[in-house]
Each structure stands twice: as C-alpha cells, then as structure tokens.
C-alpha cells in the first residue's frame, strides 16, 4: 500500500459513523478530530438527506462534499475545486452532480403499483413525519429532514418474503434501482453508493492526482461502496450480520459496533497510511 497519497473517507452514516439507536457520534468525535487535523476529507455517503447530512456537517463542523440518499447525488460546495466538474450543475451554494430521476417520478411509480401491492408497503411520503419519528426513533425535527427527499423514496415492506420479490421485480422492470438498507427499502434510479464514489474519487484526483481513500458502511446497501473502494472496513451491527463482499483484500471488519467500531477501523487505517499526505 501506497503512503504517498492524499486520503479520502467515504463514510455511511446510520450504524457506522451514527449509533443505530441514539444516532450518536461521541465514540467516534477523537478520531473524526484527529482526521480533520490531518486536513483528511470526511465524505457522508448515506441514504440521508441533503437536509439530514446539513444538519449533521454543522455538528461536525464540516465543510467537505458529501453523498445523498444512496449515491443518487453528489453535493460539492461551490469553489472547493478550482473549477466546477464536468456534469454539474449549480443551485443553492453547490456543484451538484445528479444520479437520479426526481423523487417525484419514484412516487408515480408507487402509486402505479398499488393495485397489485396495495396494503403492502408504505412510504415516507405517505407515512409523514409523526409516523416517521415514531418508526425510527428520530426527533420530530429530524423526521422531517428525513422526508425532504429530492431524488428517492424510502419504502417500509409490510408483506411476506415472497412477495417482497415480486415488488422488487416490478420496480426494476420500470427502471428503478431498489436498495435495502437496514430500516427501508430505498426507491430511485440506476445509482447506489459506488457510482457516486468512485466520480468525486476521480474529481479529487484530477485536482490531486491519486488518493488513498476508505468506504465504511454496515450493511446491504453499502457492498457496492465497499468494493468500489480501494480499502473497505466493515463495521458489526448489533441488529444484523456483516454484509458479505467478495473482496478479500484490503477489508478490515469492526469488532466494535457502530461509532465505536467506526473509531476503531479507522485508526487502524490512520496508522497503516500514516506517511500519505494531508489534502490541504
């Protein structure tokens, strides 16, 4: 392994970086310092929000891209680069690089499958804040970043297995890219975590050259992440098993859960690239 490279971490959030119960990030706040001291970009890649990960890059205090619901976006502060990448458009302060189809056509989609799934499954949209809060724990305020979705639609599945299947297969023969997370199912287009990785991955190196970065994700939906990477840590969940890869280089798994397991992977990785450069 290289240690002449600046680094990248492309982090999930719920489970890795967030405690799956309390969305806490105190075990992980030295080592997120420690980072930020050695000038080494933080990347929320999560099925979040614009709004959520907002909210959470204040408490952080960050100023880095960032990676929304399940790669269908890419957030980059305007003037972090020289340039605007190529692909982008500019709205509301960032380089926006866009994945996805409009949360909008994702909801025309569901509505069109009612009349075979009808009382199997709800979304965001329909369920609304209160419900929202209620299923996940989260604030009333934070349920409603949670539904300020811009480019997909987080669906709860009430059916059996079987039938599970067969909405997913619908959804895929009209074009959508179905993604389990560890709560939902996400609804959107032909986008997930690794497209969205590995183009700001290029974009930093045609302003730096090659960087040495790390996904960290905990479950289904961050595989794609995790292999696109060029080193993954797998973090252990306390409410299900360790997504399997077929990577076997370059992987690290967590003995510790969510942020805990999180600090722990990560100063591993700190000291195993402890000679790389600092992006700034």
């Known amino acids: 392994m290289s240690h002449n490279k600046p680094r990248i971490v492309f982090t999930d959030l719920d489970g890795s970086l967030l ?10 706040k030295p080592v997120l310092d420690d980072l930020c001291q050695q000038g080494i970009p933080v990347i929320p890649t999560s ?19 960032f990676i929304v619901e399940n790669g269908a976006a890419v957030f980059i502060p305007e003037n972090y680069f020289a340039s605007a990448p190529v692909g982008t458009v500019c709205r509301e302060g960032y380089w926006i690089k866009e994945f996805s189809s409009p949360r909008g056509h994702w909801l025309t989609l569901l509505a069109a499958l009612e009349s075979r799934f009808g009382g199997e499954f709800d979304s965001f949209y329909r369920l609304g804040p209160e419900v929202i809060a209620s299923m996940t724990g989260l604030s009333l305020v934070a349920a409603k970043r949670a539904n300020e979705r811009d480019y ?8 059996s297995d079987p039938r599970k299947a067969e909405f997913i297969s619908a959804l895929r023969a009209q074009g959508a890219n179905p993604l389990q997370g560890g709560r939902f199912l996400t609804v959107a287009g032909d986008c997930d975590k690794a497209r969205a990785l590995i183009w700001l991955r290029t974009v930093y ?4 050259g090659t960087v040495q970065d790390i996904a960290i994700g905990d479950s289904g939906n961050d595989v794609a992440m995790l292999e696109a990477s060029r080193c993954a840590l797998v973090i252990k969940s306390p409410v299900h098993d360790f997504p399997r890869l077929e990577r076997q280089a370059n992987v690290s798994y967590s003995t510790g859960f969510g942020p805990a397991g999180w600090a722990e992977g990560v100063q591993q990785w700190l000291e195993s690239t402890s000679a790389a450069k600092p992006l700034n």
């Open 19 to 28: 405690d799956h119960h309390d969305y806490s990030f105190n075990e992980a």
């Open 47 to 65: 099925s979040k929000t614009r709004s959520e990960i907002e909210a959470l890059r204040q408490q952080l205090e960050s100023q880095d891209p």
């Open 152 to 159: 997909s639609e987080p669906v709860q599945w009430l059916g």
């Open 205 to 208: 190196e045609q302003a730096l």
